[in-house]
């Protein structure tokens, strides 16, 4: 495997979202300032930003005045999102430093504009070299690759500019297009769109006259005159002009009826209607001969539906598509055919019909629809579709073959030569529709489908999600009615969430709400609050979610019912192949077996690879299915084994991130194996991605009230969530509520581990009071129960929150407790851990000596048992202790090798606390602006993270750095800030601060 990622593997748009995909996974791109920059780089084609531009095109006059300082951060950030492997000692290969700015290094291949770019240059030389049907296709693809405005996403002066600026490159290749098809004889077909183009943009001459001459060409005169006087009058209107010479002249031509105007060749013939039936087989065609005998031309769409909302992109994919835009090979001569897949209920039919009615000028031959009842009791036979199909292209029955076979082939000869749009609606599989797809270039085809139907030859799949917040709050307000869902805006959006944006869901609540007048829109947000109750409420009439997921799960055999049962017990949002493993009681083989046919059937969702997920509602209906179908001893036995493969989880993962610890030996064994890691970030990884699921796992425990020592041991293991600065509010929420649980079932060592873990919380959030009483608890029930392992842990602790409040004698002794603790059980690591963090108090105590050595030798500890994480912090805490004593240098090299593990391993509150001892240490040294830097970079870190106290660290470092730079007023001000937060955290840091300014203040008087 690669060290990191190259731009092999890469893609980027900016025509439409700003958008970036790693083999075909999009990634994120994190806020609309990150979108922005990386926006003005990939525009930059490769050539360096400076600093400078970056800030003034993205914040423009509003920049901040730390502003170079986020930019650097956003910078860092990206280059982690492009290349995730890289180690922090490698350059990066793709976001580069030139001098002071940056560039991004990548191939053409590897961005929509470029490639859009290329392919225009190419339509051009085509055209110029007389290749007019390749030019034309080379414009179309080129103009797929649009997907709404350009730079969509991202903000700032430079990203207005360049929109506009492409906007403008897109309409000249739309008109470059037309004019191109024009060449072709395509005038008839163009018109609509040239229409839709003019009105888009009224004043552009070009386009106008393209519709007047394809209007002249369709024998459209009066029409193509009525453009140019309209033109005219808008032009003398808006701008006070006269149309131009182009304009003008082609008014003169048509005029005149110059003759040069007809098209250059016989316009391409769109069916069989264009042409004269020789009766006479002698070539000889037009009056005096027979008309060709006309078959019907069927219009067998469903009604166009008036409030279909949303789907904008989509639409206008399905449509490019339709038209033969991006088959293979780039060209049209194959059939398009779009499979539309989705769960029961996302408006794949709706879609279907309504982009077919769009698309009824491509097909002026007809239309042709049936419902293939495919996860109905009956579903439709082939042979019974291809008769009604046979029926209505005018054969009688008498005539049509009896075998499938024949059917089929006479159906596909019947379609040869003439524009037709086939729609197959609800279909189970590929061999229901294999013999009902027209086999001729002209023709095309729409699928819609539960399952994925990926055997289908040449189809392009369309996986169909539900609608976005804003499109499913439109379609409440279209059925429901506009004034009411204004009128309460935000319990509408409660009303769309509940529905879980899906539309059928949407259509049938805002249906409920439009025939009861005396409802309020906050009346069904309650209404659909029950969770267990929802789907209740989702029917009207004959229409309800429920039966819809019935169909879908009735197809099910046995296996696949059960595990979609299970599936659904577990309350995270997601869950992945090696949980549900455990979950099912199978192996990983027969596990991804099941579960990508059910994402197959359009049950279950795959948002990554090895990770699945419900849709909201049908999550509900499964568990429905579960209380029925299963026995609550079934249930509980499924959710006890997933219990137990997050818990052997967490646990190594807790061992490999605190190397030495014996924690990770003390927890439970359930009796499952979990999941096996290769090293300490992979496996702190794991824990933040799973760290839902984990607290759920926690939440399921205190709200049955069994398993409440494994759910303790669980939280006990996802500590080291802590270094992270995540989940604070998530962890207090669930440590409290498991340790009320573990009190009134008097299960004192789930209690300790509880409050151990509470008093970790709170100590993060300097709530030092709180903190310490937890600690003091958990320190009386280890001695009570023999629990010597987090004992010492828990001594440990009280010996840091002592230290934090300056007590420093009370500090040693707790720590010398832990030590002898540790000892005991045997835990080098914990001596060492103790040792290092003694090292402040031993300097509270004016003992710098004493300091240095008890670093030196938790350092020393660390190395020789191999824990990087353990080496980290003990580097550093000598890096304090160095630099209290002066010296700086070798302080500065602790703390830059640590800097380097914490930033790898994510570990953002041991970062802030790096970042601050460097400001510390170079404000130390008189090297003020160096210092500002870190403390900016640490007061980022502390804010991203919800810190006050490391907040209060950073601005007072800040203030410092600012001042001994000589801005007075900006240090003033952060220090000011620094002592009103430090205030409210009751800090003693606070006296510090406070001396400080009254010093400054005296020596401005004094002044």
């Excluded at 797929?144 to 290749?173: K, N």
């Excluded at 060709?292 to 639409?315: C, H, K, S, W, Y």
């Excluded at 991006?326 to 209920?345: F, K, R």
């Excluded at 005991?824 to 240095?852: F, K, M, Q, T």
Aim: aromatic share 6%.
């Amino acid at each position: 495997m690669p060290d990191h990622a190259t731009s092999d593997d890469l893609r980027f748009a900016v025509l439409g979202p700003v958008l970036a995909w790693r083999d075909g996974v999009e990634l994120d791109l994190g806020t609309p300032l990150q979108r922005s920059i990386l926006a003005m780089l990939l525009l930059r084609e490769g050539h360096a930003v400076s600093p400078t531009e970056m800030i003034d095109g993205v914040w423009g006059e509003d920049a901040p005045p730390r502003a170079l300082g986020a930019l650097r951060t956003y910078v860092s950030r990206l280059r982690t999102v492009l290349e995730p492997g890289r180690s922090p000692r490698t350059p990066p290969q793709l976001l580069t430093s030139v001098g002071r700015g940056y560039a991004l290094r990548l191939g053409p291949a590897r961005f929509d504009l470029a490639v859009f770019d290329r392919e225009c240059a190419a339509a051009e030389s085509d055209r110029r070299a007389g290749r007019v049907e390749q030019a034309a296709r080379r414009l179309r693809g080129a103009l797929g690759l649009w997907s709404g405005e350009p730079l969509a996403g991202a903000v700032g002066p430079y990203a207005e500019h360049q929109r506009d600026r492409l906007a403008e490159r897109r309409i000249g290749a739309v008109e470059a297009l037309m004019e191109v098809d024009l060449e072709l004889g395509r005038h008839a077909e163009i018109i609509s769109e040239l229409v839709a183009l003019a009105a888009e943009h009224p004043l552009r001459e070009r386009i106008r006259v393209q519709l007047m001459l394809a209007y002249y060409r369709c024998g459209r005169q009066a029409e193509a005159l009525a453009v140019f006087t309209e033109t005219r009058q808008a032009l003398v209107d808006e701008l006070g002009i006269e149309p131009g010479a182009e304009l003008s002249e082609m008014h003169r031509r048509i005029l005149a009826a110059d003759p040069s105007l007809a098209p250059a060749s016989p316009p391409v013939r769109l069916s069989q209607h264009d042409d004269a039936w020789d009766e006479n087989g002698d070539g000889e065609t037009g009056p005096g001969h027979g008309p060709m005998v006309e078959m019907p031309r069927p219009a067998q769409l469903p009604a166009a539906i008036t409030d279909f909302t949303g789907r904008t992109r989509l639409v206008h994919r399905l449509l490019a598509l339709l038209r033969g835009e991006g088959l293979a090979g780039g060209t049209a001569e194959g059939v398009p055919i779009a499979a539309m897949s989705g769960i029961g209920g996302v408006g794949k039919t709706t879609l279907a019909v309504h982009v077919a009615h769009l698309a009824e000028d491509l097909f002026p031959d007809g239309q042709l629809y049936a419902d293939l009842r495919g996860y109905g009791v009956e579903p439709t036979a082939p042979e019974t579709a291809l008769v009604a199909f046979l029926r209505a292209l005018g054969i009688p029955m008498d005539v049509i073959p009896d075998g499938l076979a024949e059917r089929s082939a006479l159906f596909r000869s019947l379609l040869a030569d003439r524009r037709m749009l086939v729609l197959l609606d609800n279909a189970r599989d590929a061999d229901q529709v294999e013999h009902l797809l027209p086999g001729s270039a002209g023709c095309a085809a729409i699928i819609t489908s539960r399952g994925k139907l990926a055997d289908v030859p040449a189809a392009r799949l369309v996986d169909l999600d539900v609608l976005e917040p804003d499109e499913a709050l439109s379609l409440l307000a279209a059925v429901a009615g506009p004034e009411r869902v204004a009128a309460e805006r935000a319990a509408a959006m409660d009303v769309v969430a509940a529905c879980g944006f899906l539309p059928l869901a949407v259509r049938i609540v805002a249906a409920r709400l439009a025939s009861r007048p005396s409802w309020t829109v906050a009346s069904l947000v309650t209404r659909l609050a029950d969770e267990r109750r929802r789907l209740d409420e989702m029917k009207i009439g004959n229409l309800a979610v429920s039966a819809t997921f019935a169909l879908g799960y009735g197809q099910l055999d046995a296996r696949q019912a059960r595990a979609f049962r299970l599936l659904s017990l577990p309350e995270g949002s997601d869950i992945s192949l090696s949980a549900a493993a455990a979950l099912l009681d199978l192996t990983l083989s027969e596990t991804e077996d099941v579960l990508e046919s059910l994402v197959d059937a359009s049950l279950l969702e795959a948002p990554a690879q090895g990770r699945y997920r419900f849709h909201d509602l049908l999550k509900l209906f499964a568990r429905r299915q579960a209380e029925a179908a299963e026995e609550p001893g079934a249930r509980a036995l499924a959710l006890r084994r997933l219990l137990g493969f997050s818990l052997a989880s967490a646990g190594a993962a807790h061992r490999l991130a605190y190397e030495g610890s014996a924690v990770a030996d003390n927890l439970v064994d359930l009796g499952m194996r979990g999941h096996s890691f290769g090293s300490a970030d992979e496996a702190v990884a794991w824990l933040s991605a799973e760290a839902e699921n984990l607290f759920a796992a926690v939440a399921r425990a205190y709200g049955s009230g069994e398993d409440l020592l494994p759910a303790a041991d669980l939280l006990l293991a996802l500590e080291p969530l802590l270094e992270s600065g995540t989940s604070q509010r998530e962890f207090e929420q669930r440590v409290s509520a498991l340790l009320t649980a573990a009190r009134n079932a008097g299960e004192q060592r789930a209690e300790m581990r509880c409050r151990y873990m509470l008093g970790r919380v709170l100590f993060g959030a300097n709530r030092l009071a709180e903190a310490e009483s937890h600690f003091l608890s958990a320190r009386a029930l280890g001695e009570e129960t023999g629990d010597h392992v987090v004992l010492g842990e828990t001594c440990n602790a009280l010996a840091v929150v002592a230290g934090r409040q300056r007590r420093h004698t009370e500090a040693l002794d707790w720590f010398d407790r832990a030590t002898a603790i540790y000892r005991e059980v045997g835990n080098p690591a914990g001596e060492a851990l103790a040792s290092c963090y003694s090292a402040r108090d031993h300097l509270g105590l004016g003992r710098p000596g004493d300091a240095i050595a008890a670093a030196e030798r938790g350092l020393a500890v660390f190395s020789e048992i191999g824990s990087g994480a353990g080496t980290a912090r003990a580097r550093y805490h000598l890096g304090n202790v160095l630099s209290h004593v002066g010296r700086l240098n070798e302080a500065v090299v602790h703390h830059a090798e640590c800097l380097a593990f914490f930033r790898a391993s994510n570990q953002r509150v041991w970062e802030q606390r790096v970042c601050y001892r460097l400001a510390a240490t170079f404000i130390a040294a008189g090297r003020y602006a160096e210092a500002a830097r870190h403390a900016e970079e640490a007061l980022t870190v502390s804010r991203e993270i919800t810190h006050p106290y490391g907040e209060a660290q950073s601005l007072a470092a800040l203030g410092k750095a600012l001042m001994g730079v000589g801005e007075a007023a900006r240090g003033g001000d952060a220090l000011d800030k620094a002592l009103e937060i430090y205030t409210r955290l009751g800090s003693p840091e606070a006296a510090d601060i406070a001396a400080l300014l009254a010093e400054q203040t005296q020596t401005q008087v004094d002044s």
